[in-house]
């Protein structure tokens, strides 16, 4: 029998970085909350994978580009990596429902959440989805694993007693 991984997923603006209320397009505008290194390291020392889902249909709008997705993702692991923490992946979706039509992958949808729990193999019933909407919440549950909604940009520390 194949032993399974367990994963925390985190939504990524309002939850690893500053929300802005509308789409972070620039690397500038690009603010990572600090006060989440502490509470990632000891989901990753408790066994957890840690992954990133966010909903990215700024690149279908146009207004930033796959580069400058690339480049935020890369900088958000480096700048946890002197606290230990390492990001498994990082899944998003480029889409937008007004400008390329309906997709799987664009939360509430669990495509995003489906592809990591294959790729990593992945038991979903041990793992969770972190976000600071509904849609995050109904993701993870569609996919099988536990939603936890936070404040926008709220210490994830705040919630860590819902992870066992």
């Not at 909350?33 to 020392?45: F, M, R, V």
Request: hydrophobic residues 35%; aromatic residues 10%.
């Amino acid at each position: 029998m194949e032993i399974k991984n367990k994963a925390v997923f985190l939504d990524r603006d309002g939850v690893l970085n500053k929300e802005l209320g509308d789409y972070v397009c620039t690397l500038e505008d690009f603010e990572i909350l600090e006060h989440n290194y502490e509470t990632l390291k000891e989901l990753q020392d408790r066994g957890y994978l840690l992954m990133v889902a966010t909903n990215q249909g700024g690149i279908a709008k146009g207004w930033y580009t796959l580069d400058t997705l690339n480049e935020m993702h890369n900088r958000l692991a480096k700048a946890y990596e002197p606290y230990g923490v390492k990001f498994t992946d990082f899944y998003f979706c480029p889409h937008h429902p007004n400008f390329t039509g309906e997709c799987d992958c664009r939360k509430p949808k669990p495509g995003m959440l489906l592809k990591g729990i294959a790729d990593h193999s992945i038991d979903p019933s041990q793992s969770y989805f972190i976000g600071d909407k509904f849609t995050d919440v109904e993701a993870a549950e569609a996919a099988g694993m536990t939603g936890i909604k936070i404040e926008i940009d709220q210490p994830l520390g705040e919630i860590l007693h819902l992870i066992k």
